[in-house]
């Protein structure tokens, strides 16, 4: 089961790449307006700033849940293939633990990227014109990749949050603040809240989050299920980053001609300070809103 559930959420990816590849594609090549002031002529789109914000936000969130994805994955073969029973007893727990995390934010994140890509395109009108080539092109039926993610949500909080009484996730969450302390990577202008400090941000969101819980769900269930769902989308935004940063800095270990070290450090930076800051927003829903969602009954009749 879940390497079926890991499957729709790497739909999910499959859908938010293709719609990505197609956004930068036809911001290359689609002109308007002008980038600068000084710029003779019209400009590709992609040199427009609010493009380029939204394209980055479409390749930061699809590579994150890529990441997410291939990490469930890992485990997922380990729990199966490892020579040693402790290695795959811990590989399992972490598996299942991920699951739903792969497959509610990948489902998620599709259709956030899709229609950020309809915007590059110019909004619905313009989309109608490449809608043929796009819906031949897309990898799944988006129909059968848009998931109940409230589902994966609560068995998130309620089932795989205590696995081992708690101690799968505080270890999964300690091997993110390690990847947040080292998250501090190259960029032109240090700044005291850089990419590490959003990151860090968003893996203590997470911790706390997760500590509150694990320690309230058995004294009243229904308030931590009202944060179920912005908890998973919080589990997500740490992990995201956490990964997106063990990546760039594997890339500049790596060396080679430094162009895709260059590739992934900026997406890991824009993913720290553009996505990851809604962390501790989301902790809050977590952990002071339950009271809104369960006594709003007046506000739905």
Aim: charge should be positive; hydrophobic fraction near 45%.
């Amino acid at each position: 089961m879940n390497q079926a559930r890991l499957s729709v959420g790497l739909q999910g990816v499959a859908i938010a790449e293709r719609a990505t590849q197609q956004a930068l594609a036809f911001a290359r090549e689609r002109k308007q307006g002008r980038a600068t002031n000084a710029q003779a002529g019209t400009s590709p789109i992609i040199a427009h700033p609010d493009v380029k914000r939204m394209l980055l936000t479409m390749r930061a969130l699809t590579r994150a849940a890529r990441a997410i994805c291939y990490t469930t994955a890992v485990s997922l073969d380990r729990a199966q293939r490892s020579g040693d029973e402790a290695a795959r007893h811990a590989a399992h727990q972490r598996a299942s633990l991920l699951t739903p995390v792969a497959k509610g934010f990948s489902t998620d994140i599709w259709i956030e990227v899709a229609s950020l890509g309809v915007q590059v395109h110019g909004g619905m009108a313009m989309w109608r014109r490449q809608a043929p080539r796009s819906i031949s092109a897309m990898p799944a039926s988006p129909r059968s990749t848009r998931a109940t993610n409230g589902i994966q949500a609560i068995d998130l909080v309620t089932r795989k949050l205590p696995l081992a009484g708690g101690a799968t996730v505080k270890a999964y969450i300690g091997r993110a603040q390690a990847h947040g302390r080292r998250g501090s990577m190259p960029q032109p202008r240090r700044r005291s809240a850089g990419p590490a400090c959003g990151l860090q941000d968003a893996v203590e969101s997470l911790e706390r989050a997760t500590q509150w819980l694990l320690g309230n769900q058995h004294n009243d269930l229904d308030t931590a299920l009202a944060g179920a769902t912005p908890y998973l989308r919080l589990f997500a935004l740490a992990a995201g980053g956490a990964l997106l940063a063990e990546e760039a800095l594997a890339a500049i270990r790596l060396g080679g001609d430094g162009a895709d070290a260059a590739a992934r450090t900026a997406v890991a930076r824009f993913f720290a300070e553009n996505v990851a800051v809604a962390a501790p927003g989301l902790e809050r829903m977590v952990v002071e809103a339950a009271d809104s969602v369960s006594n709003a009954d007046a506000a739905l009749e």
